[in-house]
């Protein structure tokens, strides 16, 4: 009874532990492809007759057109915008429109604006300054916004309108069919701000003698894209992420007093009655003078003109076609140069505006800065399609619009300037002279994929800066984005965010796509491949709505590489990347078994004096130079090869090895990338090798390579110029050395 029981106990401990294993294999748990190399298909828009599998626009792509024609004035003595527009809308798409939205960006700044209340905030001290004290605390909101005076009808009869913030929906009267136009006008002012004070991507600056530099824009309603991807792009505007627009033509009159010198967006149409008679004498000459700037007016004539003030107006008409926005300057301080640029036989016009508070440093390097800018982007993407680009002189902004942007960079008082000032100013003119092409031409959605422009243009402006000056600093290559894919994890986003919510937004926006692109074309793709697809890419999108997807794709499409792997772990996630030696082994030749071969040999039942005089032996070395260790040729059964071959076959061999190192990489980092590897040898020589990003592709934690040389190896460097953004160099070479004064400068740690 009792070995029944013990029996049956048994039987019954087996039963279920053959349930518990089956339980067990039941509640296994697939996964879903996780490979680094896996394909986007999962994450980009599925393709459509509108935008292509290629990346191009299909042939049912469309876009709307918007045209303008306006009527400014500026009263210098109020500081106030007065406005009237007349706009014609023409809805080219398949769909039939209720309504239009229409920006009103400067209702950001309105006293009823959401925008402060968006933002967190603390005392911040338990001490404050009387005048900061008041600002904070007893300063009214000021009365900036829109004031929307009248819409209309184009046969007078008023508009139903509604404002959302800096949003106003336009109710049509009845549906906008395909194919047809919309004509309205909207009657508007609003008070300027100042910049320096206020705050603003535009605005105006006084001086201490009571003078203005108005840099002027967003100052009129205008309307927001309609497309296929999000339909209209009517996101409010916080103040931070910008704005996409419809490309259309502009007639645009604008008045001020009568000595203000003003350019604007276009073609100015009235130059004989704005400028003087010496005025258009120097800039025909400047038309034609494409090494020097020439002064249309000089810093003697402006320091004349800012002493006096005229109560009488001037009215400048520019026209524009085919551009996205219009923005202009006006400022009785303004020394203006100028200087012709060839773009590939079309002569394009390189501007300065600025102020005696500039000088020397923008009559050095403002024009010849734009001028180079126009020649390295056209390289890079397509012929400069405008007449001419502006630089403004305007302290605390850099900004950009068609033809025109403001730029910072201000010498002391007293005219002398530090290079990192110099730096700071061509630097911010090169990347707002290059916003003409990203997005002021590619005119991708800026609100809710910050990079395409702002990342896409720091990327071009690399090489632009470089060529200016080879030693530039640019601060946008790979090396630049460690520190910022070094910190926490919960202060990180990837690339592909929508920019009103990432934490670091310079970094994730402008660096790290800038660096991960200059990576691509240096490191993985090579000039000669990246800047084909590139050029395809900026120029099947000019003058059009491109979105990522159109992007990636083109990119591969036009080099046939597959590039998901980089997309998706450098724009789609924060992951880092480090990279790194974790083993060296170091063999040398014999003709003896060592005691690997003969363990192998038992292990498989093999018996090696069957294969005596047939085999060469690889033998690690552990302790020095092995005693029998030999070169490859002084081998016998090497030799005997040698001899059996023909002397074409030994014509097509290389010099034979006789050191042989297995190296093992490993990978702590989230990133798969090319390993760039760079040996010295012996007598001092160095050899790099690169192995694709591939590589990693059947072992994400670690891979190895064998590398055979004629001569030993003195050491091993992972990446030795920086290129790939390796966040802890620490362990990138062999012979382990002490920390580098870059991973000693770093001084982070990742975080999860």
């Known amino acids: 009874m009792k070995k029944l029981a013990i029996t049956a106990f048994s039987f019954l401990f087996i039963s279920f532990s053959i349930i518990g294993q089956e339980s067990q294999k039941k509640s296994k748990v697939g996964h879903t492809d996780q490979n680094k190399f896996r394909q986007l298909k999962d994450v980009l828009p599925t393709p459509n007759n509108r935008r292509t599998a290629s990346g191009a626009p299909g042939y049912e792509y469309t876009q709307q057109k918007v045209d303008y024609v306006m009527n400014i004035r500026i009263d210098e003595n109020t500081n106030r915008l007065f406005g009237d527009e007349s706009i014609t809308y023409k809805n080219n798409s398949k769909d039939y429109l209720e309504y239009l939205w229409v920006q009103l960006d400067q209702n950001m700044r309105a006293p009823d604006s959401k925008t402060p209340l968006a933002k967190s905030e603390s005392l911040g001290s338990s001490f404050e300054r009387p005048e900061t ?172 003109a800012e002493k006096g003030s005229s109560n009488k107006t001037k009215t400048w008409h520019f026209n524009a076609k085919n551009v996205r926005d219009f923005a ?272 192998l040999a038992k292990r498989y039942n093999m018996n090696l004096e069957d294969y005596k005089g047939k085999l060469v032996f690889f033998e690690e070395e552990k302790e020095g130079v092995l005693a029998e260790a030999k070169k490859a040729l002084d081998i016998d059964v090497i030799k005997d090869y040698m001899a059996s071959i023909s002397e074409e076959e030994k014509n097509s061999l290389k010099e034979a090895p006789n050191f042989f190192y297995e190296v093992t990489f490993e990978k702590p980092g989230g990133l798969v990338m090319p390993i760039i590897v760079e040996l010295e040898y012996a007598d001092g020589t160095k050899e790099r090798q690169t192995f694709p990003a591939q590589i990693w592709r059947y072992n994400d934690k670690e891979v190895s390579k064998v590398f055979r040389t004629t001569q030993e190896i003195k050491k091993i460097t992972i990446d030795p110029d920086l290129e790939t953004a390796d966040i802890d160099t620490s362990n990138n070479s062999w012979p382990k050395k002490d920390n580098s004064k870059f991973d000693k400068f770093k001084k982070f740690k990742i975080k999860g």
């Open 328 to 599: 202009f300057a006006s400022s009785r301080k303004y020394i203006w140069d100028a200087m012709a640029v060839n773009i590939n036989g079309k002569t394009v016009m390189a501007i300065s505006l600025y102020p005696k508070e500039g000088n020397p440093l923008w009559e050095e390097h403002s024009t010849r800065v734009v001028a180079n800018t126009l020649e390295e982007y056209s390289k890079m993407t397509f012929d400069y399609p405008y007449s001419k680009a502006i630089s403004v002189h305007a302290d605390r902004q850099g900004m950009e619009y068609p033809m025109i942007c403001f730029n910072y960079g201000r010498p002391n008082p007293d005219g002398t300037y530090s290079e990192r000032t110099k730096r700071g100013m061509i630097g911010v003119i090169t990347h707002e002279v290059g916003h003409n092409f990203f997005p002021m031409i590619v005119n991708s959605d800026e609100r809710q994929w910050t990079w395409m422009d702002e990342g896409i243009n720091s990327f071009v402006e690399i090489l632009a800066e470089l060529d200016y000056d080879p030693n530039f600093y640019t601060g946008n290559l790979p090396k630049d984005i460690v520190r910022y894919m070094s910190i926490d994890q919960n202060n990180l986003s990837p690339i592909m965010s929508q920019g009103d919510y990432v934490k670091n937004f310079g970094p994730n926006a402008y660096t790290k796509p800038a660096a991960g692109l200059y990576m691509l074309r240096q490191t993985i793709m090579g000039p000669e491949l990246f800047d084909y697809a590139f050029r395809t890419y900026s120029q099947r999108w000019m003058f059009k709505h491109p979105s990522p997807a159109d992007f990636f794709r083109t990119m591969e499409d036009a080099s046939a590489m597959d590039l998901d792997w980089f997309w998706r772990g450098w724009f789609f996630t924060t992951d880092y990347n480090d990279i790194g030696l974790k083993d060296v082994k170091k063999y040398n030749l014999t003709d003896q078994p060592t005691q690997e071969a003969r363990d």
């Open 133 to 304: 004290f008041a600002k904070n605390n007893l300063k009214k909101p000021s009365d900036f916004g829109f004031k929307i005076e009248e819409v209309k009808n184009i046969d007078g009869s008023s508009l139903s309108y509604m404002i959302n913030r800096t949003m106003m929906r336009i109710n049509l009267p009845e549906p906008l069919a395909p194919g047809t136009s919309f004509e309205f006008k909207i009657k508007w002012n609003y008070l300027i701000n100042n910049s320096v004070k206020d705050g603003g991507r535009s605005g105006f600056e006084l001086f201490p003698d009571g003078n203005k530099n108005y840099t002027i824009a967003q100052f009129f309603p205008r309307l927001a894209v309609y497309d296929n991807v999000e339909g209209w792009q009517n996101m409010q505007f916080w103040g931070r992420s910008e704005w996409a627009l419809e490309f259309g033509d502009y007639d645009v009159k604008i008045t001020v007093p009568s000595d203000h010198i003003l350019d604007a967006t276009g073609e100015l149409q009235n130059e004989n009655k704005v400028l003087t008679r010496e005025q258009r004498k120097r800039f025909e000459k400047a038309r034609t003078s494409f090494e020097e700037p020439i002064f249309i007016v000089t810093q003697e004539e402006a320091e004349k």
